[in-house]
C-alpha cells in the first residue's frame, strides 16, 4: 500500500485546511485508517481514524467538534477536514492505513503551520 498526503500549509488561526491521502496497492486489504500528527519535540499521536467495515470514527478530545475524518472509496482517497485551527495544531500530519494482518503503513507527511 502506499498513501500520498497533501493539503497542508500555512493558514490563520481560525482558518481551514483539508488534508487528503491518496491510497494505492492492495487497499482491499485495509481494515482502518486515520490521520497522525507529530509536532517538534512531541510524541507522533493518533488524531482521528475511521473503521473501513463499520465507518466508525473516532477523535482526540483535542480535535472533537473540529476535524473531520472521511473517504471517498470511489477515489481511494481518505481527508482530513480542520476547521478552527489553533496555533497548538502545529505539526507534521501523517497519513496511516493497517491492513486485516496487522501491517502499517505511513505516508510522507504534510506539514501543517497555524499561525497566531
Known amino acids: 500500500v502506499q498513501l500520498v498526503e497533501s493539503g497542508g500549509g500555512l493558514v490563520q488561526a481560525g482558518g481551514s485546511l483539508r488534508l487528503s491521502c491518496a491510497a494505492s496497492?492492495?487497499?482491499?486489504?485495509?481494515?482502518?485508517m486515520g490521520w497522525y500528527r507529530q509536532a517538534p519535540g512531541k510524541q507522533r499521536e493518533l488524531v482521528a481514524g475511521?473503521?473501513?467495515?463499520?465507518?466508525?470514527?473516532d477523535y482526540a478530545d483535542s480535535v472533537k467538534g473540529r476535524f473531520t475524518i472521511s473517504r471517498d472509496n470511489a477515489k481511494n482517497t481518505m481527508y482530513l477536514q480542520m476547521n478552527s485551527l489553533k496555533p497548538e495544531d502545529t505539526a507534521v500530519y501523517y497519513c496511516f492505513n493497517r491492513d486485516n494482518a496487522g501491517y502499517g503503513y505511513w505516508g510522507q507527511g504534510t506539514q501543517v503551520t497555524v499561525s497566531s
Open positions: 475511521i473503521t473501513v467495515g463499520s465507518g466508525r470514527t
Open positions: 496497492g492492495s487497499i482491499f486489504s485495509i481494515y482502518a
